[in-house]
């Protein structure tokens, strides 16, 4: 009886200190199964640099210093009011992921509730081919997983047929 109290009061604990960051648009590699619940399977991602979803998908075509809205979700919310968060996106070369790519945008995490929508006009950069869109939630939290990840895949340049 002991046991099963224990694994109980475990698993709300893990559910718990999950943070989960939703990449909508673009849309994220992979699935977004359950994205309107908080703690979501396909949004807790904490490998680097797209949380273990190597496989590229299909790419959304972007031109060159074109205005593009990018739309995310902080899935659960793990907001620390000492020393807040932050969100980023960067652009990096697909055939090279783990180099440094360019940040595109950062904005601090706020104490928006689980499941808030942030959208954020960016400016395409001049670095053409396919390229990772990389998407980080930084918690800053001690009681959190300190990163958590989402890629999706955009090609800059001339319209792909």
């Known amino acids: 009886m002991k046991l099963a109290i224990f694994s109980v009061c475990m698993a709300c604990i893990i559910a718990q200190a999950w943070t989960h960051l939703c990449l909508i648009s673009p849309p994220q590699r992979g699935s977004m199964m359950g994205i309107n619940k908080a703690s979501a399977a396909d949004c807790i991602l904490l490998k680097e640099p797209c949380g273990g979803r ?3 998908g299909y790419p959304v075509a972007l031109m060159p210093d074109e205005r593009f809205v990018v739309t995310f979700q ?3 919310d793990h907001f620390n009011k000492t020393k807040p968060g932050y969100f980023s996106l960067t652009l990096m070369e697909a055939d090279r ?3 440094e790519g360019k940040e595109i945008l950062r904005m ?3 104490s928006d509730p689980s499941l808030t929508l942030y959208s ?5 950069p001049r670095m053409p081919g396919h390229l ?4 980080r939630y930084v918690t800053n939290n001690p009681q959190a997983p300190p ?3 989402q890629c999706a895949d955009v090609h800059v340049g ?3 047929h």
């Open 158 to 160: 001339p319209r792909m």
């Open 54 to 56: 190597d496989e590229r």
């Open 74 to 76: 902080k899935n659960l």
């Open 120 to 124: 954020a006009n960016v400016t395409v």
């Open 147 to 149: 990163v958590f990840y």
């Open 132 to 135: 990772i869109l990389q998407a």
């Open 97 to 99: 992921p783990k180099a």
């Open 108 to 110: 601090a995490d706020t």
